[in-house]
């Protein structure tokens, strides 16, 4: 339909810009939740609140995402995108060597650190949830944590020969999975001290590099540990 023409007039008011598309309107609503969330909490975040500082009506809440738990669990998985079954997937291609896999994972891994602020307020709304526990905070166990660490054991069980995860082999995981978390965590410190580690999509990009070289320093170490473990035990009789 083609546009209307005003009719000329010294004291019409300037006419206001069209609203934005229905996706905009989401996207706003998303990171204005995200913020406040992070900021406040679930339970003293109102849907009211979020709505006046996106700037949307009210009831594109309960439109795009439901409800408020909706919103909020949209909060969890959405705005540093990635999906965890990528990296399960990378974990159980036997046809890649164990360097390219853990490569290939860190990338997916600090990928999201180049949306730099976003990725403070998830941080930020993640060690919320550990401390204000809702609903969310076992799915998101069960969805990111728990699938990918399974994947990443059974990659090095592979690697080092063993049949079933050991004790052991969830200590070496969790050393490998820390060492990209601690840039999370760590962000602040790192801007203090080194902000050009994080400066840049390279210097982000460099770190998966670096991280999987100290992850194959940490297999070859267990991997040592093991030996003399089985050397030893020959030796009893």
């Known amino acids: 339909m083609p546009a209307m023409q005003a009719t000329p007039s010294t004291t019409q008011a300037p006419r206001r810009a069209p609203r934005s598309d229905g996706a905009e309107a989401r996207h706003r609503l998303l990171h204005t939740a995200l913020r406040l969330f992070a900021q406040k909490g679930f339970s003293k975040t ?38 965890s079954s990528d990296l399960i997937a990378i974990c159980r291609d036997t046809g890649l060597p164990l ?36 609903s969310q905070w076992a799915e998101e166990l069960e969805r990111d944590i728990k699938g990918p660490h399974r994947a990443i054991a059974e990659l090095l069980c592979r690697h080092l020969q063993v049949a079933r995860a050991d004790d052991d082999i969830h200590r070496l995981t969790f050393a490998i999975t820390g060492l990209s978390m601690q840039l999370y965590v760590s962000q602040d410190f790192i801007e203090a001290l080194r902000p050009s580690l994080l400066r840049t999509p390279r210097a982000i990009d460099a770190w998966a590099d670096r991280l999987t070289g100290y992850a194959m320093a940490l297999v070859q170490a267990e991997t040592a540990r093991r030996r003399e473990v089985a050397a030893e035990q020959r030796k009893k009789p």
Not at 117 to 129: A, D, G, P, T, Y
């Open 99 to 134: 360097e390219a896999a853990l490569r290939a994972c860190f990338a997916l891994m600090v990928e999201p650190l180049k949306q730099g602020e976003i990725v403070r307020q998830c941080i930020q709304l993640h060690m919320r949830e550990m401390l204000e526990p809702t």
């Open 46 to 83: 109102s849907t009211r609140e979020i709505a006046r500082e996106a700037e949307v009506n009210i009831s594109a809440i309960s439109y795009y995402f439901g409800d408020k738990e909706g919103l909020y669990a949209a909060t969890f998985s959405e705005p540093m995108g990635g999906d």
